[in-house]
């Protein structure tokens, strides 16, 4: 089973209008060399609009940072996936673990966001990941487990392939510390066979698990290369053009 290598870059609270316009110019000039690869860009969510018109035709796709899980309703500041659909924006970014630690953002609610995903044709990007001290107290399973579960739960078998799983350790996040190659396989090894159990291992199979924390384009070729590694969620490496090429040339070279 061959899976599409799947490259998304989090630009988090970053670059402004001027900045946004033209990385991604520059990252769309290029994107189409790597057309084995699929590759997204998300940027802070009032700039989308513009985002979407720089990308207009291009192979870079949009990825919004959050999403709300309802249609529409008093939820004072939030914005629904047709909102992002409208825009051209084809993924979204759920419950990356900035959301959960300073927004409260729980694993039940990261499920109903996977869902509104789907039930609106965008796909989601569920994040995952364990803490050091998660880590270190053994409980790295039990904790992977119980986000995974929720995400699980809201997802049917025949439409689970178009699920992403990101599993990135908060340890490794921003801290230029990048879980070994190893590492990542053993977690992503694992997590495909979870969604085995749920799904299948024909569907678990086309399940594309990204993995991120602290890659950039000197260490995303030994990352990719592990078996189960389908890709990477780049925080700081996506911010700017050569940088996120770089990585999106590490995975044209293993596709
Ligand atoms: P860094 O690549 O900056 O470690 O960030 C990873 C991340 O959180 C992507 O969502």
């Given at each position: 089973m061959t899976r599409k290598?799947?490259?998304?870059?989090?630009?988090?609270?970053?670059?402004?209008?001027v900045e946004t316009q033209a990385v991604l110019r520059a990252m769309a000039a290029e994107?189409?060399?790597?057309?084995?690869?699929?590759?997204?860009?998300?940027?802070?969510?009032?700039?989308?609009?513009?985002?979407?018109?720089?990308?207009?035709g291009s192979a870079l796709g949009l990825a919004a940072q959050n999403v709300h899980h309802q249609d529409k309703g008093a939820?004072?500041?939030?914005?629904?996936?047709?909102?992002?659909?409208?825009?051209?924006?084809?993924?979204?970014?759920?419950?990356?673990?900035?959301?959960?630690?300073y927004f409260g953002e729980t694993s039940a609610a990261v499920g109903q966001k996977v869902r509104a995903c789907l039930d609106n044709n965008l796909v989601p990007i569920a994040c995952i990941g364990e803490s050091l001290q998660e880590r270190e107290a053994g409980q790295i399973w039990d904790v992977l487990k119980n986000q995974m579960d929720p995400i699980t739960a809201a997802v049917q078998p025949d439409e689970a392939h178009r699920l992403v799983v990101a599993y990135e350790p908060v340890w490794a996040i921003g801290t230029g510390k990048t879980a070994s190659a190893a590492q990542a396989q053993e977690v992503h090894?694992?997590?495909?066979?979870?969604?085995?159990?749920?799904?299948?291992?024909?569907?678990?199979?086309?399940?594309?698990?990204?993995?991120?924390?602290?890659?950039?384009?000197?260490?995303?070729?030994?990352?990719?290369?592990e078996k189960d590694v389908d890709g990477a969620l780049v925080g700081g490496a996506s911010l700017q053009a050569d940088t996120f090429l770089g990585i999106a040339a590490a995975a044209f070279e293993l596709a």
């Amino acid at each position: 089973m061959t899976r599409k290598p799947f490259i998304c870059g989090n630009w988090k609270l970053n670059h402004g209008l001027v900045e946004t316009q033209a990385v991604l110019r520059a990252m769309a000039a290029e994107a189409s060399t790597y057309s084995s690869v699929e590759l997204a860009i998300a940027p802070v969510t009032p700039l989308l609009a513009a985002a979407a018109q720089v990308l207009q035709g291009s192979a870079l796709g949009l990825a919004a940072q959050n999403v709300h899980h309802q249609d529409k309703g008093a939820f004072t500041g939030e914005w629904a996936c047709h909102h992002l659909s409208e825009l051209n924006v084809g993924y979204a970014i759920v419950g990356h673990s900035e959301r959960r630690q300073y927004f409260g953002e729980t694993s039940a609610a990261v499920g109903q966001k996977v869902r509104a995903c789907l039930d609106n044709n965008l796909v989601p990007i569920a994040c995952i990941g364990e803490s050091l001290q998660e880590r270190e107290a053994g409980q790295i399973w039990d904790v992977l487990k119980n986000q995974m579960d929720p995400i699980t739960a809201a997802v049917q078998p025949d439409e689970a392939h178009r699920l992403v799983v990101a599993y990135e350790p908060v340890w490794a996040i921003g801290t230029g510390k990048t879980a070994s190659a190893a590492q990542a396989q053993e977690v992503h090894a694992q997590l495909r066979s979870w969604l085995a159990g749920a799904f299948g291992e024909d569907v678990a199979e086309r399940v594309r698990l990204q993995y991120g924390g602290s890659v950039k384009p000197s260490n995303a070729l030994e990352l990719l290369s592990e078996k189960d590694v389908d890709g990477a969620l780049v925080g700081g490496a996506s911010l700017q053009a050569d940088t996120f090429l770089g990585i999106a040339a590490a995975a044209f070279e293993l596709a």
